[in-house]
């Protein structure tokens, strides 16, 4: 800020040390200065004025200054608040208090009228830069915030109900681990046919989000060609040429483990290819999990025209398929032990046919594991469930 424009405190039960105070800062151009004759005025006066500085006495009646000082702690208000302590208190044993407490500075009584300007002028400049800064890291907060809800608002939403004569109930989960992630989530109908996708990028954070809205859009994009009943009828095709796409030109050798997988819904027969992706999570009907183990080829945008191959399956009424990132299966507790896929399988088992949203659940049970621990990666996962 502008000499003239910061707004200045000075606190001291003294009015000669007030006058005296006020006019070495009127001299040096500040216009806006408010006095305080003790540590609960000051305190008040803090509450209703966004001050740029405080000169702080510390000898004070009714609460001094390591009253102020403490309460700003409390509050956490001196963190932004720069503090001028100006006190006849000489020992060394108040100085360190004073920087313990927070004070930005301490300058001893009498004041030299050259140091106190230094300092202050200083002291509003570290605070000018601090705002800035502040201000700065406020600002792409919100910008991140943004672009979470708006990359949250690209994974479908759960479904229940019939399609095509068959009942079927899919359950979706997006969960960044910081703002923005790297993994998709979507389902869509083609004709007669149930398409599920799962992506994951090999990275975090904002590139990764950048890299997992240009799959997302790619693969949208398949599901307006003219042939792409054909296409997703086959998915090892749709997933050749997304590679064929990520892979051109890509200098920062990101990559993205997928897995599509296309449902024909009279039949129940289940075409699916895993790009470098964790094996899907089957239970039958009866129970039983087991794992999709077919791997169709190497993860998305490492190399051109590679070749991908699918598997089929058959899902019977009854039947769930879970396919989740390994953000689950990795996720660490304190000694860092990994969550792993056996609990996701004890999960899968367990569920009731009655239960909504179970995703949610599992997530809770994770979150649990972790014991506090920051996000391990992000995590997203569908869960498709034949009605019997």
């Not at 997006?174 to 979507?186: F, M, N, W, Y």
């Amino acid at each position: 800020m502008s000499t003239p424009d910061a707004k200045i405190l000075v606190v001291d039960d003294v009015a000669d040390n007030r006058d005296l105070l006020l006019r070495r800062l009127a001299r040096l151009g500040f216009q806006q200065i408010d006095q305080a004759t003790n540590g609960h005025e000051a305190l008040a006066a803090i509450d209703a004025t966004d001050y740029d500085l405080v000169l702080l006495d510390i000898m004070m009646p009714e609460l001094d200054g390591f009253g102020v000082l403490e309460a700003l702690k409390r509050d956490g208000r001196i963190n932004e608040l720069p503090i001028l302590v100006i006190s006849a208190l000489n020992e060394i044993e108040p100085v360190v208090r004073c920087i313990e407490l927070g004070a930005a500075d301490f300058i001893v009584k009498p004041f030299n009228p050259t140091l106190l300007r230094a300092r202050v002028l200083s002291t509003l400049e570290k605070k000018a830069l601090s705002d800035l800064t502040r201000n700065e890291l406020k600002r792409k907060q919100l910008e991140l915030n943004e672009a979470r809800t708006l990359q949250l608002s690209l994974a479908p939403p759960p479904f229940a109900g019939t399609i095509a004569g068959r009942s079927l109930s899919i359950d979706v989960l997006l969960d960044p681990a910081k703002e923005v992630g790297g993994d998709l989530v979507d389902h869509f109908r083609i004709d007669d046919m149930l398409v599920l996708a799962l992506g994951d990028v090999s990275d975090k954070g904002a590139g990764a989000a950048l890299m997992m809205a240009r799959t997302h859009a790619m693969l949208r994009a398949l599901t307006a060609r003219p042939d792409a009943a054909d296409l997703f009828r086959e998915p090892q095709q749709a997933l050749g040429i997304l590679n064929t796409a990520l892979a051109a030109g890509n200098d920062s050798c990101m990559f993205v483990t997928f897995l599509l997988a296309s449902l024909q819904l009279a039949t129940g027969s289940l075409t699916y290819v895993r790009a470098g992706h964790i094996p899907p999570f089957h239970r039958n009907g009866t129970g039983k999990v087991a794992r999709l183990r077919c791997m169709g080829g190497p993860p998305l945008g490492l190399v051109e025209d590679t070749a991908y191959q699918a598997d089929t399956v058959m899902l019977n009424p009854g039947d769930r398929l879970l396919v989740l990132t390994d953000g689950f299966t990795e996720a660490h507790d304190l000694a860092d032990s990994v969550y792993g896929e056996t609990r996701i399988e004890e999960f899968l088992a367990d569920l009731a046919p009655s239960e909504a949203r179970p995703l949610k659940r599992l997530v809770g049970q994770v979150r649990v594991f972790e014991a506090g621990r920051p996000a391990f990666d992000d995590m997203a996962a569908i869960l498709l469930s034949l009605e019997p």
